[in-house]
């Protein structure tokens, strides 16, 4: 049982969550259209600096969602009438996003409910974050922050662990923290794109930061301690990267190409999730954070604090519209829809399909401003229809 209580709303958190989204709408459209295609981590040397970063852009999505999301956990858990009702939505939300993942985020990439292979992604890992806060929140917060701390940070310890496939161990592994693909009945797959072992820590760890910035009552002084932390984060990585000396299995190395250095440097592993990405994207999210609490609320009444706001609604409306749009500009780039090769590949566009970047960027514009006009009307909705149930997890 929930009660209604007013809260705050920071539009910091909302300001860098509608960031991230742009962020993600252009890695996903650049997967679409400019049809480039990197390992992660990225091949040094291999990868061109221009689509070099506009990857490193995304890097920043999934470990940001994740920290906002525990630390919008701690921010409104007071609207509950106690600490079992909190926890049991936590969960119930986690496990709905699971869902989620399965059904109309795994249809928005392949248009194809019986595409053979799914993927586990962000939002699974959210979910799965969300599950084991709700369990951790129930013992304590001393043991909620001591579990965040051993995750993420000794997590890293056990990347040499590997074990046979096709059994149990490796089925539990795979979904704790090794990148892998499962085999499933009927001919389905699972690939474990996110591994959720540091995912739930570092949601975790998050939860325990807005407890804190809860208890300061959203002063200036807490944002300096983000800021604070966020410097620290950094410098623990260069230390860490720099020399090479523990959490992530790529190795930081010298190039004669100033760039190839500075983006070998820029490279930590994103799948799982190792210590030393965490501490890139979240110290520089930190500081981006506190930097950002420095706006005039009024500010952040544009097309950011829509996306922030509606996050969800957002991030499910882009992936459509990039899905659907890709696939009506296939006779417009000379391409035959009989190219197609729907039901075969992820996304089903020709070998063929691809744009110039220029071209690409206008795609992604376009997208942006159609999500953003669509969360503005769903925003709308939503303050009509505060107890219907897609209001709720949507």
Known sequence: MSITASFPRLHHIDLLRGIIIIFMVIDHGMYYCLNYSVTDPMTIPGTDPLTFFTRFVSHFCAPLFV???????AITEHKYICTKAFSQNLIIRGLVLILFEFTIVSWSWSFNPLYPMLYA???WAIGWGFVMLGLLRLLGLRTLFITGLLLVFGHN???GVRFEPNTLANTLWSIAHQKNVLELPLDFKIRTTYPVAP???????AYCAGVYYKAKQYNAKAMSHAALLGVSCLSLYAILRGFNLYGDTSIFSIHNNTFDTVMSFLNPTKYPLSLQFMLLTVGLGLI????????KANFSR?????LGKTSMFSYLVHLYLLHAIAWLLIPVLGLNFSDMTYGETLV???????MSYVATLTFIAVVIGLTTLLAKRYMTWKRNNKHSLIAKYI
């Not at 089903?348 to 691809?354: C, D, I, R, S």
Request: glycine share 12%; hydrophobic share 65%; aromatic share 16%.
């Open 302 to 306: 544009g097309f950011l604090q829509v």
């Open 288 to 295: 981006a954070l506190w930097l950002l609490s420095y706006l």
């Open 157 to 159: 310890i056990f990347d």
């Open 121 to 123: 992604q962000v939002i």
């Open 199 to 205: 995912i739930v820590g570092l949601m975790a760890l």
């Open 348 to 354: 089903g566009l020709p070998p063929a399909y691809g």
């Open 67 to 73: 920290f906002l999301a525990g630390l919008s956990a």
